[in-house]
């Protein structure tokens, strides 16, 4: 079945640094990779997601890339600010849309100014 | 906008005791899972449901059970809690491809 592996566990950097977030997955038939963002003592939040047939998408200072040979997917936040410290999660799933998915371990990100 | 409910924010229960968890949407979607969250093992998929009355085990059934009888209410079981299933526990349903979550259940099992 699929795995899906993150790195780095943890991530510092300071106030407008930008910081990236790595996925590799293992089922080549994957086709849906979400990123989520989970705040203390909430349920995660939907940020971004890209499909398989597109290789990057953007939204204001969050952008995902997807490199569907090497099998990764990666997220990266321009001009970090503090209120972006939190956990984030990268999932994936070979199934159609609507389906169950697969997440990494998490991300956790601090931002500090 | 998308809207998952979840009955409880917090929940303590002693051992052997029988736990129902609710999850409610209100956005007519078919598919609707409960995860749970530990810290180092991040997410794991218990049950899901395509639609009522049909059920999928996940990655870690064992000591749960799931009822799905209205379209927008998917419920977790603890048939006989234990201690090991203190945990974060997360509904979430599907819009236009995409899982969005519940704020989460944090039960504690005594």
């Known amino acids: 079945g699929e795995n899906v592996e993150q790195h780095p566990s943890t991530l510092s950097v300071q106030e407008g640094d930008s910081a990236v977030i790595k996925c590799t997955y293992s089922?080549?038939?994957?086709?849906?990779f979400p990123w989520y963002k989970q705040e203390l003592g909430k349920g995660p939040q939907l940020i971004i997601d890209?499909?398989?047939?597109?290789g990057e998408k953007k939204d204001q200072r969050i952008a995902v890339t997807l490199n569907k040979t090497a099998k990764h997917f990666s997220l990266h936040i321009t001009e970090t600010q503090p209120e972006d410290s939190a956990v984030y999660f990268c999932?994936?799933?070979?199934?159609?849309?609507?389906?169950?998915?697969?997440f990494g371990k998490g991300t956790t990100l601090s931002v500090s100014s | 906008d998308v809207k998952v409910t979840q009955s409880s924010r917090y929940l303590v229960k002693r051992t052997g005791e029988k736990v129902f968890l609710e999850c409610v949407q209100d956005?007519?979607?078919?598919?609707m899972f409960w995860y749970r969250q530990d810290p180092g093992l991040g997410l794991r998929l218990i049950y899901f449901?395509?639609?009522?009355?049909?059920?999928e085990k996940g990655d870690i059934p064992e000591g749960y059970s799931v009822s799905r009888e209205k379209k927008e209410r998917f419920s977790l079981i603890l048939e006989s809690a234990s201690t090991n299933q203190t945990s974060m526990y997360l509904c979430?349903?599907?819009?236009?491809?995409?899982?969005?979550f519940g704020p989460g259940t944090r039960l504690t099992v005594l």
């Open positions: 999932a994936a799933t070979p199934g159609q849309a609507g389906t169950a998915l697969i």
């Open positions: 089922d080549s038939a994957s086709n849906y």
């Open positions: 890209i499909r398989s047939n597109v």
């Open positions: 956005m007519d979607h078919e598919n």
């Open positions: 449901s395509y639609d009522v009355k049909m059920k």
């Open positions: 979430a349903s599907i819009r236009q491809g995409s899982q969005y």
